[in-house]
C-alpha cells in the first residue's frame, strides 16, 4: 500500500520477488485530469545490513524516471 499519491486514497500495489527482494507496482490520478501515473518501488536487500528502497514514476506513456531512493544501513553497536 502507498498512502503518499493519492491524498486520502491509498494505492494499492501488486507484485513479484527478486532474487534479493521484491517489487510492487500500482498506479495514482493525475490531479490535472490526464491519465493515471503508474508508480514502482523496489527493496532490495543488498548484504546482510543494507537495505536499498528505491521508487520510479511511470508516466502515461510508460517512460520511467526515478523518483526517489533510500539507502538503509544497519548500525553494529
Excluded: Q
Excluded at 17 to 31: A, H
Excluded at 46 to 73: F, S, W
Aim: glycine letters at 10%; aromatic letters at 10%.
Amino acid at each position: 500500500m502507498d498512502s503518499f499519491h493519492n491524498n486520502t486514497a491509498i494505492m494499492f500495489c501488486t507484485g513479484n520477488l527478486k532474487d534479493s527482494g521484491f517489487y510492487v507496482t500500482g498506479s495514482y490520478p493525475d490531479p490535472s485530469g490526464g491519465p493515471d501515473w503508474g508508480w514502482r518501488t523496489e527493496v532490495e536487500l543488498t548484504d546482510p545490513d543494507h537495505l536499498c528502497i528505491t521508487a520510479y514514476n511511470i508516466m502515461p506513456d510508460g517512460a520511467e524516471a526515478k523518483a526517489t531512493e533510500a539507502l538503509l544501513t544497519k548500525v553494529k553497536p
